[in-house]
């Protein structure tokens, strides 16, 4: 990898691009050592494809979070906005009018709602991200309890059938211990996680939309200068993660099959951390989409690896934070030698980037 | 009178909230202001409001230091008061007979577990350059589990006489004691404030970190520093919660509190972006808090519905507040000055009021 970036000019490889790779490295190092340690339950490809099954609904979050986060802002209301949804859907399934369809539409609608309400507010009125992120999670708990207080058991007959249905993978699968062979399950939800990670990441990628985003993080002044709609910019992402919020909510609960009041309560932190590991800086402007998944995953596989090594429950929280920990500083110092790096190599291109052919064929001869 | 204009412009959106909040009291029942004396101190909505935002109001302080200097929250505050708080009342259990000694020690203890909670987050920030948030993520995921470890059991009890009376009233003393160590501390941290510079370094280093390093000023030694100033906030914080409750709930003590204290810096009028800071804003945003949450249980509004009140008026809050709604309403009262003019002066007018803008943008 060092040779390579010898030989490339400086510029290919962007900060953002190095710090996905730092998090894409540190997850394939992370699941080979539960592999090496735990090889019975994490050998299995249920196992990760489970890591999907179960925690769609975070990894859709963290992606609308991600698009937030480049264009320099925050929304900490995703979680009670999911939380939301999940009971609004609840009660209309339940209702005697219910139908997934129906269901479907009142998610997005939610999430659209608080996006544009967000949103508006934040871009067009210029007020503090933060605070208004924090009230719509106040007003989206508040609904939420308003809504419905005790947990609803979804019990409608093409809901349960969506809920139970998962696609076979027949060709892939493990043994269990009667010699029974089970193919590995995959949820819609995972489907769902794949398409809007590719519709996203896309977006991000090539899109004016995206590109405009990554201005206006970087810095709002000159993104203005050049002649970008920076409210407009903003606006858009805060309604892109309201929308990812509502899909997220639905994905939960066809996963749970139930509306609860604790539903995806402190999601918001969460994805937010995997949001971070994953290489998304606070400040904005840097950030990779495809790292929003490898983030999550890195977060849930240090979950899983703590439950699998049987360390009692009141130390999980202590040692993902000592992890957390370890990750944020290994971010730190690999960025920090980087810009040293860059500092101490500060040579014109002429004199850095045929050097070693000019070496070379001055020997030659 | 234009100088006082000036520096007190920023205290007139919480204080205008505050009214607010006291005059719809008012209209719900004239008696808001009544106190009653039982067992020889006050008591009623007044008193009441002091005591119960004690702890939000010291950690608002701690909290506008750090933002304006880190350009940053720490959202690990609510959590080093657990754990600090924990350490106290470790000490003083197992000190066996209660003295004042005894829970002065084991108050500099809790003091000095707070600071270190500091440093290690203040490190995070200052050395290694991680944003405020994810430096305290760490402590904010890991650290009610620490407190429950050293708690050992899940909620030893505090039962001795002294900090009952430190939670409550101390006997002879008309004010609930929570509210004097309020009133101590903010009278500390006035008196820092008045006899150092930490106020221009800190508005410096939120300003602008590099030029603040040009100019011979470390960011890294004041970012530590504030960071070490929200360590010790929290744990007197910690102190006055856990003697208020008189017993020690790993799990629930001051949990999300650093939610209320963003907002209260933000009521303040500080931006969350670092840089120029009130503390006196912060303060009587702490106080607004606590008297929104008391007005909406004053107006028996369901318990379900109380977040929803509480967002629609820090939204509606926010919209008054927010750069565009006043600049629009300062252009409509130009308009509206212009449009009746005194002796043809209306092109002074309103030269003398975009210049206003101008200066106050120039802020």
């Known amino acids: ?365 | 009178m234009r100088t006082m204009k000036r520096s007190f412009s920023h205290l007139v959106l919480p204080i205008s909230i505050l009214l607010l909040l006291i005059i719809i009291n008012l209209i719900k029942g004239a008696d808001y202001f009544s106190i009653t004396v039982v067992n020889g101190a006050f008591y009623g909505n007044i008193p009441n409001i002091l005591f119960g935002a004690s702890e939000l109001v010291i950690l608002s302080i701690g909290m506008t230091l750090v933002t304006a200097a880190s350009r940053g929250q720490d959202i690990s505050i609510g959590e080093s008061a657990t754990i600090s708080s924990a350490v106290f009342v470790l000490f003083v259990l197992q000190a066996g007979e209660v003295t004042l000694l005894v829970i002065v020690v084991g108050f500099l203890l809790s003091c000095v577990v707070g600071l270190a909670l500091g440093a290690f987050n203040g490190i995070l920030v200052s050395v290694f350059k991680v944003q405020p948030m994810i430096a305290s993520l760490i402590l904010f995921t890991g650290g009610r589990s620490i407190a429950f470890m050293i708690d050992g059991k899940l909620s030893p009890i505090l039962a001795n006489d002294i900090s009952n009376q430190i939670g409550t009233v101390i006997p002879g003393i008309p004010i609930q004691t929570p509210i004097i160590l309020t009133v101590v501390f903010i009278v500390c941290i006035a008196m820092l404030f008045k006899t150092t510079n930490l106020r221009l370094y800190v508005e410096t280093v939120g300003i602008n970190p590099n030029a603040a390093r040009l100019n011979g000023i470390n960011p890294k030694k004041i970012i530590f520093l504030t960071f070490l100033i929200m360590g010790f906030c929290t744990a007197v914080a910690g102190f006055i919660a856990v003697n208020k409750a008189g017993r020690h709930d790993s799990v629930n003590l001051l949990k999300l509190i650093m939610m209320d204290a963003i907002l209260a810096v933000a009521i303040g009028g500080n931006p969350l972006i670092g840089g120029k800071f009130s503390i006196t804003g912060s303060i009587i945003g702490a106080y607004t808090i606590e008297v929104l949450n008391r007005t909406l249980l004053r107006l028996e509004i369901e318990p379900a519905m109380i977040k929803v009140f509480k967002a629609v008026f820090i939204i509606m809050l926010m919209i008054i507040a927010s750069p565009v709604v006043r600049a629009s309403i300062r252009k409509a009262l130009d308009r509206v000055r212009t449009k009746n003019p005194t002796k043809g002066s209306a092109a002074m007018v309103s030269m003398v009021s975009t210049m206003d803008m101008i200066g106050e943008k120039g802020e």
Request: aromatic fraction near 10%; proline fraction near 3%; charged fraction near 10%.
């Open chain 1, 1 to 365: 990898m060092a040779s390579v970036n010898m030989i490339k000019p400086k510029a290919r490889l962007s900060n953002s691009n190095i710090l996905f790779l730092i998090a894409a490295v540190i997850f394939v190092l992370m699941y080979l050592f539960a592999i090496i340690s735990f090889p019975g339950s994490f050998l299995q490809f249920q196992t990760f494809f489970d890591l999907f099954n179960l925690n769609a609904p975070l990894i859709i979050m963290t992606l609308g979070l991600c698009i937030v986060m480049i264009g320099g802002g925050i929304d900490i209301s995703i979680g009670a906005v999911c939380g939301l949804v999940t009971m609004a859907c609840a009660v209309f399934l339940e209702s005697r009018m219910g139908s997934i369809g129906g269901a479907i539409l009142i998610s997005l609608g939610i999430g659209i709602a608080f996006g544009i309400l967000q949103g508006y507010l934040i871009a067009y009125l210029e007020i503090q991200p933060f605070i208004i992120t924090l009230s719509g999670l106040f007003l989206a708990q508040g609904l939420l309890t308003t809504l419905h207080k005790d947990p609803i058991n979804v019990t409608m007959g093409a809901f349960v059938r969506l809920r139970d249905f998962d696609f076979v993978i027949s060709w892939l699968g493990t043994k269990n211990r009667l010699g029974v062979f089970i193919p590995c399950e995959i949820k819609p939800g995972t489907i769902i996680v794949v398409i809007l990670l590719v519709i996203l990441a896309s977006l991000m990628k090539w899109s004016r939309f995206g590109r405009n985003v990554y201005a206006v993080g970087g810095n709002s002044h000159s993104a203005m200068m050049l002649g970008i709609n920076v409210k407009r910019t903003v606006f858009i992402t805060y309604v892109i993660s309201g929308l990812t919020a509502g899909i997220a909510g639905f994905v939960y609960i066809m996963t749970t099959g139930a509306g609860n009041v604790g539903n995806a309560a402190g999601a918001e932190m969460k994805a937010i951390a995997s949001a971070i590991i994953g290489g998304t800086l606070l400040n904005g402007g840097v950030g990779n989409l495809l790292g929003a998944p490898i983030g999550t995953l890195t977060l849930l596989v240090i979950n899983e690896l703590i439950r699998a090594a049987g360390v009692q429950s009141n130390f999980q929280a202590m040692v993902s934070g000592l992890l957390l920990y370890f990750f944020i500083v290994l971010q730190s110092i690999i960025m920090s030698l980087r810009d040293r790096r860059r500092v101490s190599i500060a040579l014109p291109p002429w004199l850095r980037f045929p050097g070693k052919g000019q070496v070379a064929s001055q020997r030659q001869p």
